[in-house]
């Protein structure tokens, strides 16, 4: 099993920046990929962002050259740097992994709220 903890979301002002921080632990060699989605005030799911294992990098178009997701794996910690955030930002982000068998494993999330 997988345990994730987030943390890092807050209220920021348009054009501002926050980091967000995901702790992982547990059975952390059967990951492959690791994610960052989000729940928009209109209960709507997206994807954000994903790092491999491998350090391969993607995004979503919504965020791509605003947001980068990196990976330390020292600490098993994962990050989410947002910057020019945007009112359309705010979301509840939450992190996520998928392994090599098994579900998706989520953590509980982090508010993030972008005032115009």
């Known amino acids: 099993q997988v345990q994730l903890v987030e943390s890092g979301g807050g209220l920021v002002e348009a054009g501002g920046s926050l980091r967000l921080s995901c702790a992982v632990s547990?059975?952390?060699?059967?990951?492959?990929?690791y994610g960052w989605y989000r729940q928009t005030p209109e209960n709507q799911r997206e994807w954000v962002a994903s790092i491999t294992r491998g350090g391969r990098t993607s995004y979503a178009d919504s965020v791509k050259g605003r947001f980068t997701i990196s990976r330390d794996v020292d600490v098993n910690m994962v990050y989410l740097q947002m910057n020019s955030l945007k009112p359309e930002d705010t979301a509840v982000y939450f992190c996520?992994?998928?392994?090599?068998?098994?579900?998706?494993?989520w953590g509980q999330g982090t508010q993030v709220t972008v005032s115009s």
């Open positions: 996520a992994v998928d392994r090599l068998l098994g579900p998706r494993t």
């Open positions: 547990g059975n952390i060699v059967s990951i492959n990929t």
